[in-house]
Each structure stands twice: as C-alpha cells, then as structure tokens.
T-cell receptor
Framework: DVKVTQSSRYLVKRTGEKVFLECVQD?????MFWYRQDPGLGLRLIYF???????EKGDIPEGYSVSREKKERFSLILESASTNQTSMYLC?????????????FGEGSWLTVV | GQQLNQSPQSMFIQEGEDVSMNCTSS?????WLWYKQDPGEGPVLLIA?????ELTSNGRLTAQFGITRKDSFLNISASIPSDVGIYFC??????????FGQGTTLQVKP
C-alpha cells in the first residue's frame, strides 16, 4: 500500500513564525503535491513537484514556498505565518503524470495560526 | 483555479437508503477518481475510472465514467452510518493536471 506520511497532525503557531510542514512517501513516486482544504472552498493546490528538485506553482502559491531535495520528501514552508493560513494542509503523491496513475493523500496537518 | 461542478453539496439520508452524486465539467478528462474523507482525516481513494463508459464497483459503491468524458457519478447502495463523510470527485487530464469537485457531505441517520 502507498503510504504518505505528514509529520505533524496538529500545530499551533504564532503570526510571523516560520512554519515547516513535512511530507514523506515510501513508493518512489515522482509527483508530489500540497493542497489546503477550507470549508466551502474544497481542495486548492498550493504547489506541486513533478520530480526531485522541481517545483511548480499551483492555484494559490502566495505566502508559501516548497522544497524537494529528495524524491521521497516534499516540504511546505510558510515564511511568515498569518492567521489566514489557518487551515488543513494535505500532502499527496502520484507515481507519475501518465494516464492510469492515481493520487494518494496523507492524513492531513491541521495548522492554527494565532 | 477551475473546479468541477459536484452535486449535491450535502445529503442527509436515512440508513438503508441509496445515495447518488455526480460531477460535471465543460472539458474532458482521461481519468475520473472518487475519494472519501472521514472527519479529520485525509481523502482515501474509493474508485478510479480510466475509460469512457466504464462502470466499476467496489462493494456497495458503483461509479461510472460518462460516455462524453465530461461527467461521472457515484452511487452508494444501502447506506450505513459509517458512510458518513465528504465525497470528492477528481478529473485528471492527459497532462496530469487534476481538478477536484467541491465535495458532497453525506450524513446518515441510523
């Protein structure tokens, strides 16, 4: 089974803090994704990475950056956390973008910025 | 970003009833995916559809890839309390880009 692990399930951070959300997958997948999920807004793509050292902006990249130094790990960084970044963050991975491959999600990280 | 039109937004049904939800789009997809998200957890893949017209079952769940490639539906038969959650559809293009529906929240009354 595919395992996507998000290191922190629940975090509380102060406004202005730098926040790291870590995600690891164990299936040698090329593609990794970060989404945020908010009530009424569904899943919104923040950043994605098609392979190690590669990154692409999603639909809502402002206020976020990412790092993919190793294939199995994709980190989401909030340089200076703000209260409007309080949300549930979901990491996901996929073998590659070819047809027939599906995306698998981690359990989610609940971030509260106070 | 673009999202799929998923309906209904929410459903409150009696245990034992059948459930139907669908997703539509103005553009075509190569793959349709259906996920379920339990409260406080990440979405879990239920069914993946890869061909237009394909009908696939997973226990009490049945999903179909619309013949026009622009829509998909998910049916749940004989609902039970543990079916509670949010159901998401997702369409994947040939480029690999994924578009998600906004979710259908299902509540089941015992």
């Amino acid at each position: 089974d595919v395992k996507v692990t998000q290191s922190s399930r629940y975090l509380v951070k102060r406004t202005g803090e730098k926040v790291f959300l870590e995600c690891v997958q164990d299936m040698d997948h090329e593609n990794m994704f970060w989404y945020r999920q908010d009530p009424g807004l569904g899943l919104r793509l923040i950043y994605f990475s098609y392979d190690v050292k590669m990154k692409e902006k999603g639909d809502i990249p402002e206020g976020y950056s990412v790092s993919r130094e190793k294939k199995e790990r994709f980190s989401l960084i909030l340089e200076s956390a703000s209260t409007n970044q309080t949300s549930m963050y979901l990491c996901a991975s996929r073998e590659n973008a070819r047809s027939g491959n599906t995306i698998y999600f981690g359990e989610g990280s609940w971030l509260t910025v106070v | 970003g673009q999202q799929l039109n998923q309906s209904p937004q929410s459903m409150f049904i009696q245990e034992g009833e059948d459930v139907s939800m669908n997703c539509t789009s103005s553009s075509i997809f190569n793959t349709w995916l259906w996920y379920k998200q339990d409260p406080g957890e990440g979405p879990v893949l239920l069914i993946a559809l890869y061909k237009a017209g394909e009908l696939t079952s997973n226990g009490r769940l049945t999903a179909q890839f619309g013949i026009t490639r622009k829509d998909s539906f998910l049916n749940i038969s004989a609902s039970i309390p543990s079916d509670v959650g949010i159901y998401f559809c997702a369409g994947q293009r040939h480029t690999g880009k994924l578009i998600f529906g906004q979710g259908t929240t299902l509540q089941v009354k015992p």
